[in-house]
T-cell receptor, first 114, second 111 residues
Framework: NAGVTQTPKFRVLKTGQSMTLLCAQD?????MYWYRQDPGMGLRLIHY???????AKGEVPDGYNVSRLKKQNFLLGLESAAPSQTSVYFC?????????????FGPGTRLTVL | GQNIDQPTEMTATEGAIVQINCTYQ??????LFWYQQHAGEAPTFLSY????GLEEKGRFSSFLSRSKGYSYLLLKELQMKDSASYLC????????????FGRGTQLTVWP
C-alpha cells in the first residue's frame, strides 16, 4: 500500500495563478483532511471531508476550495494564489472520525507564491 | 476555540529522559494524540490517550489527566534520531474527528 500520496511535492507560483493539489489514499478511508503548516503556527485545518461528495470548512478555509468526487481522492484548489499562501500543505486521512481514529499524513507539498 | 500549549523548544542529551508537556482547554474533549515530525517529513502517530493514566509503548510513554487538562510525552533512553518536533493534538467529540494541534515542541538531542 502506498498510504497517502500527494502531487506535486514542490511548486512555485506567481501571485494570481491557480493550481490544484492532489491527495490520494489507498486505505479505503472515509475521512480526508487538508492542513497547512507554517513556522511557529503548527498544523491548521483548511478543509476536510467525511465521505465521498462531502466537504466542510476548517479553521483557515479562505482562498481555498476542495472537492471529493471519488472516495480515494481529495483535491485542494487555489484559485488566485497569494504570497500568504506560501506554506507546506499536508493531506491526511482516517478510517472514520471521532476518537481513536488516527490520521495518516501524506509527505507534503511545499508551495511558494512569489 | 481550543487553547493547546506546549513548549517551543527543548534540548537533552543522548541516553537521557525528557518529558514534553501539553496543556489544553477545550470543550467536548474526546482524546489526545501525540505525533512525531522529523524535519521535512510528514507527522507520524505516536500515541493516543482518552482515559486518565499512562500508556507505555517501548521507549515512549504518554500520560493524560482529563481533570487537569494536561498530558505529557515521556521519551526514555534518548537517541539522536529522536530529534524532531513533537505535536500534541486534541480531538473533540462534537467535530467528527477533527484534530486541533498545538504548535509543536522542537526537541534536539545532543551526543
Amino acid at each position: 500500500n502506498a498510504g497517502v500520496t500527494q502531487t506535486p511535492k514542490f511548486r512555485v507560483l506567481k501571485t494570481g495563478q491557480s493550481m490544484t493539489l492532489l491527495c490520494a489514499q489507498d486505505m479505503n478511508h472515509e475521512y480526508m483532511y487538508w492542513y497547512r503548516q507554517d513556522p511557529g503556527m503548527g498544523l491548521r485545518l483548511i478543509h476536510y471531508s467525511v465521505g465521498e461528495g462531502t466537504t466542510a470548512k476548517g479553521e483557515v478555509p479562505d482562498g481555498y476550495n476542495v472537492s471529493r468526487l471519488k472516495k480515494q481522492n481529495f483535491l485542494l484548489g487555489l484559485e488566485s494564489a497569494a504570497p500568504s499562501q506560501t506554506s507546506v500543505y499536508f493531506c491526511a486521512s482516517s478510517y472514520k472520525g471521532g476518537f481513536y481514529n488516527e490520521q495518516f499524513f501524506g509527505p507534503g507539498t511545499r508551495l511558494t507564491v512569489l | 476555540g481550543q487553547n493547546i500549549d506546549q513548549p517551543t523548544e527543548m534540548t537533552a542529551t543522548e541516553g537521557a529522559i525528557v518529558q514534553i508537556n501539553c496543556t489544553y482547554q477545550t470543550s467536548g474533549f474526546n482524546g489526545l494524540f501525540w505525533y512525531q515530525q522529523h524535519a521535512g517529513e510528514a507527522p507520524t502517530f505516536l500515541s493516543y490517550n482518552v482515559l486518565d493514566g499512562l500508556e507505555e509503548k517501548g521507549r515512549f510513554s504518554s500520560f493524560l489527566s482529563r481533570s487537569k487538562g494536561y498530558s505529557y510525552l515521556l521519551l526514555k533512553e534518548l537517541q539522536m534520531k529522536d530529534s524532531a518536533s513533537y505535536l500534541c493534538a486534541v480531538i473533540r467529540g462534537s467535530t467528527l474527528g477533527r484534530l486541533y494541534f498545538g504548535r509543536g515542541t522542537q526537541l534536539t538531542v545532543w551526543p
